[in-house]
């Protein structure tokens, strides 16, 4: 199989570091005979994969209906005898649809999808789900696959492959202090963290009001940290004001050292209410961190209750506050969930398995 990944996201996140993982994964399977990467030019992905030595070419991409783009996509597939175009963005979709309908070309498209948001909503975006050249479509989670159907009329096309993180990044899993002294945090207090983009259904609004009840509360000592940026970063810090809450809440910024910080968590507290699956739970396994997380999405795809972590009512703070608490006073249990939650990552999420998985059902397209 000769396999081009394509995107045109010009963002860091989840989705983004996936490509470069299965990149590096099928470098050691066989039935890969020679893979390539086209992204936008001077986006993370492009400059990763450059700096990793990836088979990556640039495209300037203006608009996901840029006919000259098209074009490229078409004259790349031909010259390198692709087998299969797996699209991962959804400008990319749209272009990858334009090449293959008006440039003609004989690749499979197989699209990989990790938005629970509908496609349904104008003509050509429903079309372009149902274009006859999109052999598959490969979600990150059922809840994925449940909000397509309103879209895709063959809901045999849709499959699920989970998140996948790299156990080799997440090698520290001792405390040593890092976050207590850059934010002169007492030493007696445990950290409380989320990392996390500040948009709207990351709903930071409930964590917010989470920590508000714990605070009150007082059972433990703790100073609280969000990790990230995003659009909703100033109404974000606007709130914590209101809540008289600046000297519990920690706004750490956009961190590139999170294999170092988040083994610092006592416990990672994340609210979102329409993840996909939420990848950075995962990487909370890897670390060995307690997790109390939202019963929203795909998360409990990646959380067992009451197994490898707890989950809370969706919005609801005083739940979130109840579990944390009640997580925070048991050491032993703790020690239970991450224990069972690193085996559950191992078992599911490692990029082994993942790229395996991917594999299997990008090879099936040929049969079908």
Same mark, same amino acid.
């Given at each position: 199989?000769?396999?081009?990944?394509?995107?045109?996201? #010009?963002?860091?996140?989840?989705?983004?570091?996936?490509?470069? +993982?299965?990149?590096?994964?099928?470098?050691?399977?066989?039935?890969?005979?020679?893979?390539?990467?086209?992204?936008?030019?001077?986006?993370?992905? +492009?400059?990763?994969?450059?700096?990793?030595?990836?088979?990556?070419?640039?495209?300037?991409?203006?608009?996901?209906?840029?006919? #000259?783009?098209?074009?490229?996509?078409?004259?790349?597939?031909?010259?390198?005898?692709?087998?299969?175009?797996?699209?991962?963005?959804?400008?990319?979709?749209?272009?990858?649809?334009?090449?293959?309908?008006?440039?003609?070309?004989?690749?499979?498209?197989?699209?990989?999808?990790?938005?629970?948001?509908?496609?349904?909503?104008?003509?050509?975006?429903?079309?372009? +789900?149902? !274009?006859?050249?999109?052999?598959?479509?490969?979600?990150?989670?059922?809840?994925?696959?449940?909000?397509?159907?309103?879209?895709?009329?063959?809901?045999?096309?849709?499959?699920?492959?989970?998140?996948?993180?790299?156990?080799?990044?997440?090698?520290?899993?001792?405390?040593?202090?890092?976050?207590?002294?850059?934010?002169?945090?007492?030493?007696?207090?445990?950290?409380?963290?989320?990392?996390?983009?500040?948009?709207?259904?990351?709903?930071?609004?409930?964590?917010?009001?989470?920590?508000?009840?714990?605070?009150?509360?007082?059972?433990?000592?703790?100073?609280?940290?969000?990790?990230?940026?995003?659009?909703?970063?100033?109404?974000?810090?606007? !709130?914590?004001?209101?809540?008289?809450?600046?000297?519990?809440?920690?706004?750490?910024?956009?961190?590139?050292?999170?294999?170092?910080?988040?083994?610092?968590?006592?416990?990672?507290?994340?609210?979102?209410?329409?993840?996909?699956?939420?990848?950075?739970?995962?990487?909370?396994?890897?670390?060995?961190?307690?997790?109390?997380?939202?019963?929203?999405?795909?998360?409990?795809?990646?959380?067992?209750?009451?197994?490898?972590?707890?989950?809370?009512?969706?919005?609801?703070?005083?739940?979130?506050?109840?579990?944390?608490?009640?997580?925070?006073?048991?050491?032993?249990?703790?020690?239970?969930?991450?224990?069972?939650? !690193?085996?559950?990552?191992?078992?599911?999420?490692?990029?082994?398995?993942?790229?395996?998985?991917?594999?299997?059902?990008?090879?099936?397209?040929?049969?079908?």
């Amino acid at each position: 199989m000769k396999l081009l990944q394509i995107t045109v996201s #010009k963002v860091w996140r989840g989705h983004e570091q996936k490509i470069i +993982y299965l990149y590096e994964a099928f470098e050691d399977n066989p039935g890969i005979d020679n893979q390539y990467i086209l992204c936008a030019k001077n986006s993370p992905v +492009y400059d990763i994969a450059m700096e990793k030595k990836m088979q990556v070419t640039g495209l300037d991409v203006s608009s996901e209906y840029n006919f #000259k783009v098209a074009k490229q996509i078409s004259e790349f597939v031909k010259e390198h005898n692709i087998d299969i175009v797996f699209i991962h963005s959804s400008k990319a979709h749209t272009l990858a649809v334009i090449s293959h309908l008006i440039f003609k070309h004989s690749a499979h498209l197989v699209l990989c999808r990790t938005l629970i948001k509908r496609v349904d909503t104008n003509f050509f975006r429903k079309w372009k +789900y149902n !274009y006859k050249g999109i052999k598959k479509i490969i979600c990150v989670s059922n809840p994925v696959v449940d909000v397509l159907k309103f879209a895709v009329k063959d809901h045999s096309k849709m499959c699920v492959v989970g998140s996948v993180t790299d156990v080799n990044k997440f090698t520290k899993t001792e405390k040593n202090g890092l976050l207590h002294k850059e934010f002169n945090i007492p030493t007696d207090h445990k950290i409380i963290g989320n990392i996390a983009e500040f948009t709207g259904f990351k709903d930071h609004y409930t964590w917010i009001d989470a920590v508000e009840e714990l605070v009150k509360r007082n059972s433990f000592k703790a100073t609280y940290i969000l990790v990230g940026k995003g659009s909703l970063e100033k109404d974000i810090r606007s !709130y914590v004001s209101e809540k008289n809450l600046e000297d519990h809440i920690v706004f750490a910024g956009f961190r590139k050292d999170i294999p170092k910080i988040l083994p610092e968590f006592d416990l990672f507290m994340f609210t979102s209410n329409n993840e996909p699956t939420g990848g950075v739970l995962i990487e909370a396994y890897a670390c060995r961190v307690p997790i109390v997380a939202a019963n929203a999405g795909g998360i409990p795809e990646v959380i067992v209750h009451n197994e490898t972590g707890l989950l809370a009512e969706v919005g609801n703070p005083i739940d979130f506050a109840d579990k944390v608490e009640y997580l925070m006073a048991k050491a032993e249990l703790q020690k239970e969930f991450t224990e069972n939650g !690193y085996q559950y990552l191992i078992d599911n999420f490692t990029k082994k398995v993942i790229a395996e998985k991917m594999y299997k059902e990008l090879n099936s397209v040929f049969t079908s």
